[in-house]
């Protein structure tokens, strides 16, 4: 017992001191760091990897310059399985994560996959979803959209930048059965391989609306190329005032999407603590903060166990939603 200071207690340090000493993440250094986005340029997974490995290296947190790698399809699942099955021990390589990872594993789509396959380290925003047309759509609010779904779903194509399944799937499905819809799984979906190729196919005039994040869309809102017709909040958001919400329009719909990093299960305690430890110290930089802001992702960070215990709730509650809307049994 700790109030009972003996000789023996005595010995015991003596032997410690003897002892090797633990290795810390401080003993670590990355070698050609890599951050993957599981998927191709200008989505959400892109903005991730992008936005860290610069604030990693400008932060003098990594030596070397950190390589990003896009690594589409299978919403993540290609990605997933490259790290679970090629590089599960390897020590300088962080993957770009969000809602649609825990929605994936929630459904069984990575063959089985579980959480503990890969090791979550951090989230470090979230941000709403949002519904968009081009800018010379017919529809003017979600309610003239949804309006025609219901009538013939097949009559609006929705595209979203991940799997069917996705978190950009369920948003739409989520309106389409605040409207009435019974059978939301006749929502017509079209799944493209990125955020980037999906506005590319809005644009196009290949489908009528856009489910997406609203980082995803602000650039092409800014440049008139857009309109956002619902945003799934619980309100406007304050430097947008004039972008309605589902909520608003009848739809009780709110749509947040976590974002953040996993890296291989079998990676060394000292790189998950170094990984650890750099994620938190570039959370806390306030040109990294500002770099959010303006993508409009609020803070929301996660370490450790906090981390671990938040995905598991995420992929509890996305497997019930999912049962619930009849995409998984």
Same mark, same amino acid.
């Not at 779903?153 to 930048?161: F, L, M, N, R, Y």
């Given at each position: 017992?700790? &109030?009972?200071?003996?000789?023996?207690?005595?010995?015991?340090?003596?032997?410690?001191?003897?002892?090797?000493?633990?290795?810390?993440?401080?003993?670590?250094?990355?070698?050609?760091?890599?951050?993957?986005?599981?998927?191709?340029?200008?989505?959400?997974?892109?903005?991730?990897?992008?936005? @860290?490995?610069?604030?990693?290296?400008?932060?003098?947190? $990594?030596?070397?310059?950190?390589?990003?790698?896009?690594?589409?399809?299978?919403?993540?699942?290609?990605?997933?399985?490259?790290?679970?099955?090629?590089?599960?021990?390897?020590?300088?390589? $962080?993957?770009?994560?969000?809602?649609?990872?825990?929605?994936?594993?929630?459904?069984?789509?990575?063959? /089985?996959?579980?959480?503990?396959?890969?090791?979550?380290?951090?989230?470090? /925003?979230?941000?709403?979803?949002? $519904?968009?047309?081009?800018?010379?759509?017919?529809?003017?609010?979600?309610?003239?959209?949804?309006?025609?779904?219901?009538?013939?779903?097949?009559?609006?194509?929705?595209?979203?930048? &991940?799997?069917?399944?996705?978190?950009?799937?369920?948003?739409?499905?989520?309106?389409?059965?605040?409207?009435?819809?019974?059978?939301?799984?006749?929502?017509?979906?079209?799944?493209?391989?990125?955020?980037?190729?999906?506005?590319?196919?809005?644009?196009?005039?290949?489908?009528?609306?856009?489910?997406?994040?609203?980082?995803?869309?602000?650039?092409?809102?800014?440049? /008139?190329?857009?309109?956002? $017709?619902?945003?799934?909040?619980?309100?406007?958001?304050?430097?947008?005032?004039?972008?309605?919400?589902?909520?608003?329009?009848?739809?009780?719909?709110?749509?947040?999407?976590?974002?953040?990093?996993?890296?291989?299960?079998?990676?060394?305690?000292?790189?998950?603590?170094?990984?650890?430890?750099?994620?938190?110290?570039? @959370?806390?930089?306030?040109?990294?903060?500002?770099?959010?802001?303006?993508?409009?992702?609020?803070?929301?960070?996660?370490?450790?166990?906090?981390?671990?215990?938040?995905?598991?709730? &995420?992929?509890?509650?996305?497997?019930?939603?999912?049962?619930?809307? /009849?995409?998984?049994?």
């Amino acid at each position: 017992m700790q &109030s009972k200071f003996t000789f023996f207690a005595a010995a015991a340090l003596v032997a410690v001191s003897f002892a090797p000493i633990p290795a810390t993440a401080q003993d670590f250094t990355p070698e050609n760091p890599q951050c993957i986005a599981p998927s191709n340029p200008g989505g959400g997974w892109d903005f991730i990897c992008r936005t @860290t490995a610069k604030y990693l290296f400008d932060l003098d947190l $990594i030596d070397d310059a950190m390589q990003v790698t896009n690594m589409s399809g299978g919403g993540g699942g290609v990605a997933f399985a490259h790290v679970t099955k090629e590089r599960n021990e390897d020590n300088n390589l $962080i993957v770009a994560a969000s809602m649609s990872t825990s929605a994936r594993i929630a459904q069984g789509i990575y063959e /089985g996959a579980k959480q503990d396959d890969v090791h979550f380290l951090a989230t470090f /925003g979230a941000e709403y979803g949002a $519904i968009a047309v081009s800018a010379d759509s017919k529809y003017e609010t979600l309610t003239q959209m949804m309006d025609d779904i219901l009538a013939d779903p097949k009559s609006v194509g929705i595209a979203g930048g &991940s799997s069917v399944g996705s978190f950009d799937h369920i948003k739409p499905m989520l309106v389409a059965r605040e409207a009435g819809m019974e059978d939301v799984t006749k929502l017509k979906y079209v799944s493209f391989s990125g955020g980037g190729e999906a506005m590319t196919g809005l644009l196009s005039g290949s489908v009528e609306a856009l489910s997406g994040d609203f980082s995803e869309m602000l650039g092409f809102l800014e440049s /008139g190329d857009i309109r956002i $017709i619902g945003i799934l909040a619980p309100e406007r958001l304050k430097n947008f005032p004039d972008i309605p919400t589902a909520k608003e329009q009848g739809y009780d719909v709110v749509g947040a999407n976590w974002r953040g990093l996993y890296m291989p299960a079998g990676a060394s305690d000292v790189a998950k603590e170094f990984w650890k430890n750099a994620i938190m110290t570039l @959370t806390e930089d306030e040109g990294f903060q500002k770099e959010l802001e303006d993508a409009a992702i609020e803070p929301f960070n996660n370490f450790g166990d906090d981390m671990y215990n938040f995905v598991a709730g &995420s992929i509890a509650d996305i497997e019930k939603l999912s049962k619930e809307i /009849g995409i998984i049994q």
